[in-house]
């Protein structure tokens, strides 16, 4: 079982996001680059449809992003909101951020914390404005933790 800190939920940059930008800023760039070249010399068709090409393969690739940047936009609000649920956890505690684990990535009932070797079970409420921690054993004690 794997518990999670607080800067790996602030810290879940993905770095295939990145690529896909550049590959996508540099797709737009050659494409600008054969558009220019096709309008200097409309005598040659292959400019034109390599533009074409590089056109509808630009509106493609932006499509494709756009709908994988709605999900990660709603992954990233519920990793936000657990990430501020920890602090308050740590603040009902009186402990520092850095000691607090949980077992799930978004914010969910019956998710497991791990507070100063000790584990707790969530229990949240129906309008999920107030939570109890009640502590509990797991039977299989193999966990790691993840920063």
Do not use: C, W
């Not at 990145?18 to 797709?27: H, N």
């Not at 509808?56 to 501020?84: H, K, T, V």
């Amino acid at each position: 079982m794997s518990f999670y800190g607080i800067h790996y939920l602030e810290n879940r940059g993905n770095i295939s996001d990145m690529i896909k930008y550049i590959v996508i800023f540099a797709v737009l760039i050659f494409f600008v680059f054969v558009f220019i070249r096709y309008l200097r010399s409309r005598i040659q068709s292959k400019y034109r449809d390599l533009s074409l090409i590089l056109f509808l393969s630009l509106l493609f690739l932006i499509g494709m992003q756009y709908s994988e940047y709605r999900q990660a936009e709603a992954q990233d609000e519920s990793f936000s909101q657990m990430a501020g649920f920890l602090h308050t956890v740590a603040d009902q505690r009186g402990v520092s951020v850095d000691k607090v684990y949980v077992n799930s990535l978004t914010l969910t009932d019956e998710a497991l914390f791990l507070i100063d070797d000790q584990y707790y079970v969530l229990h949240l409420s129906n309008d999920r404005n107030s939570f109890r921690l009640e502590p509990t054993y797991l039977t299989n004690t193999n966990t790691t933790i993840e920063e």
